[in-house]
């Protein structure tokens, strides 16, 4: 039986063909189409804010350091007194975490 004509068979232990020079781009030279690479894993420079709102909103925002880590904190502790809490309030205490989860992760 003959292979069909799309089908090319090698003997054993011959290596792979090669198509021709393949033409890849490096990553860093690729188009810039989406504003500055990050850095080494690290988040690019966030955009400044366009309006009243938002440069407030980033203003109450923590960056870093102890500010940020208090900020997740009190997220934590906010979804887990729900289960001591009344109803009304673990869903107040759950809204708010989500809030303020919801907002941080902008």
């Given at each position: 039986m003959d292979p069909p004509a799309h089908e090319t068979t090698y003997p054993p232990g011959t290596p792979a063909p090669v198509r021709g020079p393949v033409e890849r781009p490096c990553p860093a030279v690729a188009?810039?189409?989406c504003g500055p690479r990050a850095l080494f894993g690290w988040s690019p420079?966030?955009?400044?804010a366009d309006t009243a709102l938002?440069?407030?909103v980033d203003a109450l925002l923590?960056?870093?350091?102890?500010?940020l880590v208090i900020?997740?904190?009190?997220?934590?502790?906010?979804?887990?007194v729900g289960a001591v809490l009344p109803k009304r309030l673990d869903l107040v205490a759950v809204g708010l975490a989500s809030l303020a989860a919801g907002v941080g992760a902008r």
């Open positions: 188009p810039d189409c420079p966030p955009l400044p938002k440069r407030r923590p960056r870093s350091g102890v500010r900020f997740f904190a009190v997220v934590v502790v906010l979804l887990n």
